[in-house]
């Protein structure tokens, strides 16, 4: 029996994105190897809203909402209807799925908050759920604190492997025994992995096929980079019965300092997931809402522009990376990199402090996303142009002073 | 053993203040008796924040955090350091607690996020916890969800009642007999009553000589009425080892549009509940997190106002309800009243859309609070002051008519 005890020291954050700055950085200084290289501190842990800023349009739209008074304040806990309205229009255009605005739409604190409403509208102790190996660090640490039991599914995710993707076979296998839940990001968190229409549609039947609830974070699917095409799940043929689908405007769109995100779907986890967002955070805040009255609505050329200048970092990083023995895949869509780094002299938590405190560069260890990954670092690119190249340099020089 | 099923069953959302507008109102035109009730609809189950405005300088605090960029909208899941110190000087200056900024103080979604995460980091399958009742109507459901075991408390709210406030003998035998927890809000919500400072002193002690977690809302303890004294609970001698103290500008600011609230005490208790939030929302939003920058340093006599204005409405309403049938103690603070019903030839919940429906009056449920209390109805009477003492004579009218 896990003991609450037990779940709290499974939820370690203090190496999670953002959390650095708690770490006790201890006697780094005295491991250093040579002398600290200079450049701008750059912190890949998350996309620089400063270099990429959020559409002014989202700002205005908040004043609008904070001048509505409490209207807009106090609304329903899944959301205001009219905001609800709109943004199922939006997002039925984008996805080709149907979604009905009263009954099938919520909106969250984030889609960390729709991570969490969907896992735990689904997950209680002893269910078995499917987690792909990487993928976003909260999906495992959250079935871990609800009790649900961990499935893992490989992803290969490297450009020279031929199967792109997970193995359908393993996934019909676990499904096949017991499984009831199975939660993915497309694209991949953290590598850019898109699935592939066949995979979207297979992993579809399947669930139909063996009673899987299916939850499909596609935070990144709007940036998706020239020459790749998306596939969304809730608008296949076979639409399993139980299905959430997760978007929100923080990455692509930078608007995640006013955490927000929605899920849409099968109404009654809907209809749960807004109960229990009732006594954990009663809604997304409300002034921010509004916000959402901007998404998808971006000045025309906007969203090419900023898939393009995104398109370029990732090119030069990617060279970067790959021409000094630091593997890195080519992602399909968002902003993460996921370089596998040479064996080190040193640990590979120490290294990352190092680079912190030695080369001015935050990025988060790739055992976050999974324990196949550990020797693996993920940085989110969505950052100055600039900074970002001659971060990356400092990551390779610190490579070479430390490897084995 | 509890399913899922269960705890969303019992988790129904439909009753809650805020969440009428989905009720199907049915037939409830053909139960009608007479004719409808003229007068502005006033929704009693939360304040009107466009009657009680924020004060101006929250949305300026909230500007200059939007226009910080990236440095406020991505801060530790505890939230930002500069905000945490600046809240732990004027909280402590407040209670006369000692609160360690970096250690002690978590920012959340409101404070509903706030005691979602006292909660989750306490509560496990089978866990005891001490609930009163009446009290606020999440506690009930959060310790269901969670998987704990209610102890119920019964508290003494009637202004006639020999011996107000919650019986310290019970306390103490539930104490004794293995309770672990005991979660309670003073000023009470729904009956605005206050905890005497010897209660207070009697809690923390009996806490401590039995090892009981405390967690302590004390949400509306700035909204004090005049003679009135109030004791927090962190600044007693006795101490008990583990005590969260949660608070927010949600409603005597009016502030409730950005989510916010806060939770300070035992730093174990801060570290488990920062995990938490990391997989459940990450963080309060980052933007109005600023907003904390201008609590507690509102423009001098702003509190004394508003207080002033809310004991003026308080006041009147005791009068109405009072005089007309409808038991109402006098709330010490914060801005509920909890009137009790005559019997009444139709249900109470028919009866309550028939208010909202006839009426155009909006009131809370008693049942939403505990089981002892399914006569009586909560109003927040923060509203418009002519509109708040029009839909009060609306009700008593109502009460009137159906009457037995």
Redesign the interface.
């Known amino acids: 029996m896990t003991?609450?005890n037990d779940?709290?020291t499974a939820?370690?954050?203090e190496n999670?994105p953002?959390?650095e700055?708690?770490q006790d950085l201890g006697e780094v200084d005295k491991m250093m190897r040579g002398e600290k290289l200079e450049g701008n501190f750059v912190d890949f842990s998350?996309g620089?809203?400063?270099a990429f800023?959020p559409p002014s349009e989202a700002?205005q739209e908040?004043m609008r909402?904070?001048e509505m008074?409490?209207k807009?304040?106090?609304?329903?806990?899944r959301g205001s209807?009219s905001i609800l309205k709109k943004t199922a229009e939006r997002l039925s255009k984008f996805t080709g799925c149907k979604i009905q605005a009263n009954q099938e739409l919520i909106i969250?604190?984030?889609s960390?908050?729709a991570l969490?409403l969907a896992l735990g509208?689904?997950?209680?102790?002893g269910v078995k759920v499917a987690i792909v190996e990487p993928d976003y660090f909260?999906n495992r640490?959250?079935v871990s604190?609800l009790g649900g039991t961990l499935v893992p599914i490989p992803l290969n995710y490297q450009d020279n492997s031929l199967k792109r993707g997970i193995d359908l076979d393993v996934l019909e296998e676990v499904f096949k025994s017991g499984t009831k839940v199975f939660v993915f990001s497309t694209p991949n968190n953290p590598t850019g992995l898109v699935y592939s229409r066949e995979a979207i549609n297979k992993i579809a039947t399947l669930a139909l096929t063996h009673d899987v609830t299916l939850i499909v974070d596609q935070l990144y699917s709007r940036l998706l980079y020239g020459g790749e095409t998306y596939t969304h799940l809730c608008a296949c043929k076979n639409v399993p019965k139980n299905l959430i689908t997760i978007m929100g405007p923080s990455k692509t769109e930078s608007l995640?300092?006013?955490?927000l995100g929605v899920a849409f779907g099968t109404s009654w986890l809907i209809e749960?997931m807004?109960?229990?967002q009732?006594?954990?955070?009663?809604?997304?805040?409300?002034?921010?809402q509004a916000v959402l009255n901007s998404w998808f609505q971006e000045p025309s050329g906007w969203m090419k522009k900023r898939i393009g200048e995104h398109e370029a970092i990732r090119d030069t990083l990617l060279k970067i990376f790959n021409s000094s023995g630091l593997p890195t895949a080519t992602p399909q869509a968002g902003s993460y990199l996921f370089p596998k780094l040479p064996p080190l002299e040193v640990d590979i938590e120490l290294f990352v402090k190092l680079l912190r405190y030695q080369a001015g560069v935050v990025v988060t260890l790739g055992s976050e996303f999974g324990p196949t990954t550990n020797q693996s670092v993920r940085l989110n690119f969505s950052q100055d142009h600039k900074s970002a190249i001659d971060a990356a340099k400092r990551i390779v020089e610190m490579v070479q002073r430390y490897k084995r």
């Open positions: 003991t609450l779940k709290f939820l370690g954050a999670a953002g959390q700055l708690r998350h620089d809203v400063d800023p700002v908040w909402g904070y008074g409490g807009q304040a106090y609304t329903q806990y209807a969250t604190p984030g960390q908050g969490f509208a689904t997950v209680e102790s909260a640490k959250l604190y995640s300092g006013f955490r749960r807004e109960r229990l009732a006594i954990v955070s009663l809604r997304a805040a409300g002034y921010n």
